[in-house]
C-alpha cells in the first residue's frame, strides 16, 4: 500500500514543485471517513487510473448538470488547469489528487456542451478518457506511458482538496469570481449588464481587511466617509449607498444605524454599482452591497490566524466546518473571533467579539435546509465626533494622535443575526427557494461633542456639550423566489419571479447629562480638562422611540435567447412603501415633555423597470447595455397650496449604462468596462408660492423640479494576469452636477480614482514567498453645504487636494499548513484626511504608517 499525501496541492502547475498551498486551496490534513450519502469519490489507483475525480454536490444537482448545456471557451492547456477552468464556467465540483494529470494537455474547448460532453472533447487524443461512476463521480483514466508507477503498487487512497464550486470563493485563491449571489438569476458576470465587483476571500486576506470600512475603501468607485456616525457611509457615482443585502437578501437601516461588519465569517463582499431597484426596492441609484456568509463545508477543514499590529492591535480568529453525520447530510460550520486594541489617536480603545454559528442539512436529495446565526459585540472609549475646521473652513492641521474625546466616554454596540432558508429543487430546471432573517443592532454611547467650527484667533471651540445616545435599527426580512429554465423555440430561456417583505424599526433616543466642569471656553490646548468624573445622566433632550418603514414587492426577470449570440433581458418590480414616525421633544434645562407627534406615508403601487441587451462577440467577450432604475419616497414633502397639500411622487433614479466584459484565461481573469449616465428626476424645491408653510407636521409646499446627473467610466481587470500573479484594480472617472444650480452635486466624489493591488508567488526555490503591493490614488475631494454656525447658516466649502497611499504585504509559507504574513498599511506615512464632514466635525484623519503580523494555520 503508496503512502497517501496529507495537504495536496489544488491544481499546482509543476508536478514537482509545491506552491504556497495555503493561499490556493482548503486544507483537509490526513484521509478521512467521507460521506456516504454525498460521496466524495476517493479514487483507487488500480491499474492505469489516473488520481483524478469530479463530483457534483447532490444527485439531483448531478443529474441537472449532466443535461445542461453551458457556453464554454477552455484553450489548450494543462489538463488541471483545464478542469479548474470547466468547474469555473460549469458550476461542477472537481475534487483532486495526485500528479500524473500535469503530463497530459487537453484540446481547445469553444461552444455549447453539457459537462460530459466537454469532458470527451477535451480528452480526445490525449490517452485518457472519462468515466461516470454512479450518478455523482466521474473518474478519467490514462493507458500506456503516461499511466502512474504507484498503479503498480496496489490501490492507494488519496488525500483530497476541494475546488469550492459556484459563487463561494473561499480556498481558491483568486482575485476574482465568475458568478455573484447579489446577481439572482445570472449564471455568470458575464451576464449581468452592470458593473460588479466581487472581493474575494483571498482578497480580503492578502490586504488585512477585517472590517467592512476597511473592504469597501478598496473597493474600485467606492468612496468610505465615516462623518460623525456609528459606521461610515459609502458613495457610488455620487450617491449614499443605503441598499445592503446578507446572502441575497435584502435588509433596511434608517439613517446610519448600521454596524461597521467584522469579516471574519464572510466568504466575500460584493458590489453591484448603478441603479438596483429589482431587488432592493426604495434607496439611491449608486448601488448596493451584499455580504455573503461563509457556508458548511462537505469536508473537515479548520483555520486559525493570530496576528499582532500597531497601537498594541491583538486579534484572534478561529473556524471550523465539516459533516456533523456520518453520511454528511447535516453540516455545520463555526467561526470565532477576538480583538482588543487601541488605535492611533488617543484617548481610544476597542474590544469586539464574533460568534457564527451555521447549520446546513439535506432533508432530501432536493431539499436542503439551513439556519444560523451570528453575534458581533463591541465596546469601549470610542472616539465619536471626528475633528472640526478652522473657522475659514479649512482642515486642521494638528497631531493625527489627538482625538477630541474624554477619558469617560464610552461606546458599546451590539448586532445580532438569525436567519434561516430552504432551498427546493424541482426537477432539473426549477428551483425554489425561501429565505428569512432577523437583524438587531443597539447601540449606547456616552460623550463629549466638541463642535466648531475652531476660532484661528482664540484656538476655542465654538460650543462643548456632552450627550448620552441610545440608538437602534430592529429590521426583519423574507423572500420567496422561483428560478427557472425553460425551452422555447429551439432555445434555453431563464426566468426569476419572486415576492419579498422588509421592516426596519429605528429608534433614537438622546439625553442631557450633568454639567462638565471646565472652562468657559475650551481650546485645543486644555481640552484633557474635560477629562475625570463621569458626568450623570439628567433626562431626556429628544426620543424617536420608533420610526422606520415597512417595503413589500413582487419582481421578476426574463432572460430570452433571442439568438446563439443576442439576450434580452426584461423585469421590473412593482412595490409598496409605508413610513411611519413618533417623535416627542423635552425642554432641556427641566426636562419636561413640549410636544408629541406622530407622521407618517405611503408609496403605493410603484413600478421600476429593468430591461437590458447582451451580445457574445465570443464565448469570452460580450457587449451590453442596460437601463435600470430605483425610486426615493418624498411622500413626506408636500405640494402646495396648504389645506389641500399632496405627496409628491417618489425620486426616480434611472441608470443607463453600456460596457464590456470578458472572462479570459479560462474564467482565471475578469475584465469588464462601462459608460455610465445616473438621471436622479424629481428632488423636492421649495415652492415660492407658498413659503413658511406647515401642514400637520409635514413639510409643505414644495415643488418636484430638482434634477442631478452623474456620468463616468469604469474599469476593472481582477484574477489572474499571469502563473502565480493575481491582480486587482480599477480606475473610476466621475462627473456629476445638479442641473437646476449647476453646481456639483457631490464634490465628495473624486473626478478620479484608482485603486489597485497586486501579488506575485515568487518562482522556483523561492516559491514559499509573495510579496504585495497596492496603492489607492483619489484626486481632489470636497464637502460642501450649509451648516448653523454661531446662530447663523452659513455655506461652507472644505476642500483636500489629491493624495495617494501605498500598502504592502510579506508572505511566507513555512508549510503545507502555517503561512505568516506582514502587511503595511500607508507605507510612506502619507498626512491625508481619509473623511471630510462640516466644520463642526466628521474630518477624520487618515491612519499613519502602521504593520500587522499574522501567522495563519490550515488543517
Known sequence: MGESRAGCVLFDKTPHRKRAASRRASFIGEPRMFPSRIPLLAVL????????????????????????????????????????????????????????????????????????????????????????????????????????????????????VVLTAGAATEGSGSYTSGVASITRGADS???????????????????????????????????????????????????????????????????????DFDMAIYDRVEVLRGAEGLFSGAGEPGGSVNLA??????????????????????????????????????????????????????PAHQDKQVLYGVLEYDLTPDTTISAGISQQRQKGNTWFMGLPTWDDFRLLDIDRGRALNTDWAYANRKITDVFASVEHRLGADWTLKFSAMRQKFDSDTLRINPTGP?????????????????????????????????????????????????????????YVLSEVHAPDTIGLDDFDQLNGARPDVLFPWFTFPAYGATQKGLYGRLQIEATDRLHIIVGGRYGNYDYSSLNDYYDSETGA???????????????????????????????????????????NYLSGPPGRARPLDPITGRN???????????????????????????????DPAWPDSDNSGLSCCYVAQGRIISEGLDLELSGEIAPDWQLFAGYTWNHNKNTRDDVVFSALTPRHMLKLWTEYTLPGDWSKW???????????????????????????????????????????????????????????????YAALGTPTGGNWYGEPRNATLTLRGRF
Request: glycine share 8%; aromatic share 8%.
Open 45 to 160: 489507483l488500480t491499474g492505469t487510473t489516473l488520481p483524478l475525480a469530479a463530483m457534483l454536490a447532490a444527485p439531483a444537482q448531478a443529474q441537472t448538470q449532466n443535461a445542461r448545456q453551458y457556453r464554454l471557451s477552455i484553450p489548450a492547456q494543462p489538463l488541471p488547469r483545464a478542469l479548474e477552468a470547466l468547474s469555473r464556467q460549469t458550476g461542477v465540483q472537481l475534487f483532486y489528487g495526485g500528479e500524473a494529470a500535469y503530463r497530459l494537455t487537453s484540446n481547445p474547448l469553444s461552444g455549447s456542451y453539457s459537462v460530459d460532453q466537454a469532458l470527451a472533447r477535451m480528452l480526445a487524443g490525449t490517452g485518457a478518457s472519462a468515466r461516470r461512476v454512479g450518478e455523482n463521480g466521474i473518474t478519467i483514466s490514462v493507458t500506456g506511458a503516461d499511466a502512474t508507477p504507484a498503479a503498480a503498487e496496489g490501490s492507494v487512497v488519496l488525500d483530497t
Open 454 to 510: 475652531i476660532s484661528r484667533e482664540t484656538g476655542t471651540f465654538a460650543d462643548v456639550f456632552s450627550r448620552f445616545e441610545e440608538t437602534g435599527n430592529h429590521s426583519k426580512a423574507a423572500d420567496l423566489n422561483l428560478e427557472s429554465r425553460f425551452n422555447l423555440w429551439g432555445r434555453e430561456h431563464k426566468l426569476l419571479v419572486g415576492a419579498d417583505w422588509r421592516k426596519s424599526d429605528a429608534h433614537q433616543n438622546m
Open 189 to 259: 458576470l458575464k451576464e449581468v449588464p452592470q458593473s460588479v465587483t466581487v472581493l474575494t476571500r483571498q482578497t480580503l486576506d492578502d490586504q488585512n481587511l477585517t472590517t467592512m470600512e476597511q473592504a469597501m475603501s478598496r473597493t474600485p468607485g467606492i468612496v468610505a466617509n465615516r462623518e460623525s456616525t456609528s459606521a461610515p457611509n459609502f458613495y457610488a457615482r455620487g450617491f449614499k449607498i443605503n441598499n445592503y443585502q446578507i446572502d441575497g437578501l435584502g435588509t433596511a437601516y434608517e439613517s446610519s444605524f448600521r454596524p
Open 593 to 635: 415633555l413640549l410636544s408629541s407627534s406622530k407622521t407618517g406615508f405611503k408609496d403605493t403601487g410603484i413600478f421600476t423597470p429593468y430591461a437590458a441587451a447582451i451580445y457574445d462577440l465570443s464565448p469570452d467577450v460580450s457587449l451590453y447595455a442596460s437601463l435600470t432604475e430605483i425610486y426615493k419616497p418624498k411622500a
Open 656 to 686: 443607463y449604462e453600456l460596457g464590456a466584459k470578458a472572462s479570459l484565461l479560462g474564467g482565471a481573469l475578469n475584465a469588464s468596462a462601462a459608460l455610465y449616465r445616473i438621471e436622479r428626476k424629481g428632488e423636492a424645491v421649495l
Open 770 to 832: 509573495s510579496l504585495g503591493a497596492g496603492v489607492t490614488v483619489k484626486s481632489a475631494q470636497a464637502s460642501t453645504g450649509t451648516a448653523r454656525i454661531a446662530g447663523t447658516t452659513q455655506a461652507y466649502d472644505i476642500r483636500q487636494g489629491g493624495y495617494a497611499v501605498w500598502d504592502a504585504h510579506v508572505g511566507y509559507r513555512i508549510d503545507d499548513r502555517w503561512q505568516m504574513d506582514l502587511n503595511v498599511n500607508n507605507l510612506f506615512d502619507k498626512d491625508y
Open 293 to 346: 456568509r461563509k457556508r458548511p463545508t462537505s469536508q473537515f477543514q479548520s483555520g486559525v490566524a493570530l496576528s499582532y499590529g500597531s497601537w498594541n492591535n491583538r486579534r484572534i480568529e478561529a473556524d471550523i466546518s465539516g459533516p456533523l453525520t456520518r453520511d454528511g447530510a447535516l453540516r455545520g460550520r463555526l467561526v470565532g473571533a477576538w480583538q482588543k486594541r487601541d488605535f492611533f489617536y488617543a
